[in-house]
């Protein structure tokens, strides 16, 4: 074979094996899966939240925190710095209010993804756990809330070598936590395209604490959304890209060891656990590759998905709710209080709906 045609072979068995791993991520975004609408009652769109709400979280009184203002590359952005809001989920005027945030802290390259909030034993003070990816770092900033003030405290950032990719968090104590990585690579370059393309189980889970961190969990194609179960006893972790939440049990030394996976047929995102079923709610797109390729005139559809009895043999995974993307854009969280449903968008609104 003449050096002409070993190029020539060579070519052409690239362009094969990549023609192979974009087949295999079209199929994993879920591309050729049509939108349609299976609507909630009394739907509204928040006011003031019209550039993402990434993740949202709720205490037991019906207080919504919301991480707004996510600044990720290819996706739309506003130029203002992100914020963090509070929604009286018990008001019916449903008016989301701006928390005040101390002055000491890098408002500038503030871009908040995944939140967690804990609240102390001991004197009942809620903190704000947020994964901050000012582009092209991650650190974790651990706030104060004072409720009085509508404000937050700063009180640390946290970066370490473990934890360089994290999209979610879920606290444990004071300043204790899990973290998902969603990717292994750091570079944007290596993160967006050829992992992207690679899409090997390369994702993790990490357990933080001042004295110890340490991976707990490995072999995810996208590590997402983490919480924890009302008991504290388990661990749920979205893996997107294999459209399936992961169930572990807790250790006393932190470990977690898996108990059992369950398909929720759509590429799944974060994760709210109502404290009183045990149902998880989850943020989820019905078809990702027009997420990742996004295109204002052929938008990503959003949907919610609820997971009953998910410890049981047989747990029950029911659509709730879903949009063609003609209401909202990439539904990445969805939280219930009181009979209502509350759904936030990477980039895109917020929505509450009244549950059936």
């Known amino acids: 074979m003449g050096k002409l045609g070993f190029i020539s072979l060579l070519v052409a068995v690239l362009a094969v094996l990549f023609g192979e791993r974009v087949y295999n991520l079209r199929k994993r975004l879920l591309a050729t899966r049509e939108l349609v609408k299976n609507h909630l ?12 709400t990434e993740d949202i979280t709720i205490l037991g009184d019906g207080l919504a925190f919301i991480s707004a203002g996510l600044r990720f590359p290819g996706y739309p952005s506003s130029d203002e710095p992100g914020k963090i809001f509070v929604l009286d989920l018990k008001d019916s005027r449903m008016e989301p209010k701006e928390l005040r945030m101390p002055r000491n802290f890098d408002l500038e390259t503030f871009s908040p993804l995944g939140i967690s909030l804990y609240t102390d034993p001991n004197d009942d003070a ?14 974790i900033e651990v706030f104060k ?4 003030e509508l404000s937050l405290v700063h009180l ?20 204790s936590f899990y973290a998902t990585n969603d990717h292994y690579f750091e570079n944007q370059f290596l993160k967006s395209y050829v992992e992207m393309l690679l899409c090997q189980p390369w994702g993790n889970v990490v357990y933080y604490s001042p004295t110890e961190v340490k991976e707990v969990s490995q072999g995810y194609y996208f590590a997402n959304g983490i919480n924890m179960s009302p008991d504290k006893r388990h ?3 979205a893996d997107v890209f294999d459209h399936t939440v992961h169930v572990f049990e807790r250790k006393e030394d932190n470990a977690l060891t898996r108990v059992k996976t369950v398909a929720v047929g759509s590429l ?8 009183e079923t045990g149902d998880l709610w989850v943020g989820c797109h019905p078809n990702a590759w027009k997420l990742f390729f996004f295109d204002p005139n052929d938008p990503a559809g959003s949907e919610v998905i609820r ?11 029911t659509q709730v709710y879903e949009d063609d993307g003609h209401v909202l854009i990439g539904s990445s969280v969805a939280a219930t209080y009181g009979g209502k449903l509350l759904i936030g968008t990477v980039f895109h609104k917020a929505l509450v709906c009244d549950l059936k």
């Open 126 to 139: 809620v903190y704000l756990f947020v994964v901050n990816r000012p582009h092209p770092k991650c650190q």
């Open 307 to 317: 997971i009953q009895n998910i410890h049981s043999d047989k747990p029950q995974v």
């Open 235 to 237: 661990i749920y972790v």
């Open 145 to 148: 809330f004072v409720e009085e």
């Open 268 to 275: 799944v995102d974060n994760i709210e656990v109502d404290p």
């Open 41 to 52: 009652p009394n739907c509204v769109l928040l006011k003031d939240l019209e550039h993402g």
């Open 156 to 175: 640390k950032t946290i970066k370490h070598e473990l934890l360089y990719s994290v999209n979610d968090i879920v606290a444990v104590g004071v300043d």
